[in-house]
């Protein structure tokens, strides 16, 4: 069944109709949400645009940003990304990442084949996966039109750390008996 048109994790494929206790990210994940929210706000006004694709890593400290729209078009590219991602993820060592993307999602458990461009009632969002040791954060955000202004809701997260999915776990598995699992 094909929900989003990234492939992502069951918890973004649908838009939660139970309220449930806010879920409240850590310091990385409060930053992460509050850039991609200052990103979408500056170019919101902009005709037909999108906020692209990207990846944040935490290296050393210190914080990587990972253009990844120029390939992610089709499954091919989603999952060069991903692999991509991964291997980056392994190779710097990095300690938290978090994978920041538009993408359409529907209110219903219609069982749709191919795009969800053109499906009515789709809901455009802006989604970001945080993943930091063991955690592992989905959150999204409504994208509504106001005034011919494209304009981002609330964030909405929830901890997930069975998720399966492209552009989720990308971080290297630690061993659970290691000094920094503990």
Same mark, same amino acid.
Do not use: Y
């Given at each position: 069944?094909?929900?989003?048109?990234? #492939? %992502?994790?069951?918890?973004?494929?649908?838009?939660?109709?139970?309220?449930?206790?806010?879920?409240?990210? #850590?310091?990385?994940?409060?930053?992460?949400?509050?850039?991609?929210?200052?990103?979408?706000?500056?170019?919101?006004?902009?005709?037909?645009?999108?906020?692209?694709?990207?990846?944040?890593?935490?290296?050393?400290?210190?914080?990587?940003?990972?253009?990844? =729209?120029?390939?992610?078009?089709?499954? /091919?590219?989603?999952?060069?990304?991903?692999?991509?991602?991964?291997? %980056?993820?392994?190779?710097? =060592?990095?300690?938290?990442? $978090?994978?920041?993307?538009?993408? +359409?999602?529907?209110?219903?458990?219609?069982?749709?084949?191919?795009?969800?461009?053109?499906?009515?009632?789709? %809901?455009?969002?802006?989604?970001?996966?945080?993943?930091?040791?063991?955690?592992? /954060?989905? +959150?999204?955000?409504?994208?509504?039109?106001? =005034?011919?202004?494209?304009?981002?809701?609330? +964030?909405?997260?929830?901890?997930?750390?069975? $998720?399966? =999915?492209?552009?989720?776990? %990308?971080?290297?598995?630690?061993?659970?008996?290691?000094?920094?699992?503990?």
């Amino acid at each position: 069944m094909r929900r989003g048109f990234c #492939s %992502l994790p069951e918890g973004f494929a649908m838009i939660p109709e139970t309220e449930e206790a806010k879920l409240v990210p #850590s310091e990385f994940g409060a930053r992460v949400l509050e850039t991609t929210r200052d990103a979408f706000n500056g170019i919101a006004s902009e005709k037909d645009s999108q906020l692209t694709a990207h990846a944040l890593l935490v290296v050393n400290g210190e914080l990587a940003i990972v253009d990844c =729209g120029p390939l992610m078009t089709g499954p /091919q590219g989603k999952n060069l990304v991903d692999g991509l991602l991964r291997a %980056l993820c392994a190779q710097t =060592g990095a300690t938290a990442v $978090a994978f920041v993307t538009e993408a +359409w999602f529907l209110k219903s458990e219609e069982d749709v084949q191919g795009s969800l461009e053109h499906v009515p009632g789709r %809901l455009d969002v802006v989604q970001v996966c945080l993943e930091e040791g063991t955690s592992l /954060q989905l +959150w999204h955000a409504v994208v509504s039109e106001e =005034g011919g202004k494209r304009v981002l809701g609330e +964030w909405d997260g929830s901890e997930d750390p069975d $998720a399966e =999915g492209r552009f989720v776990h %990308l971080l290297p598995k630690k061993d659970p008996a290691s000094p920094e699992v503990q």
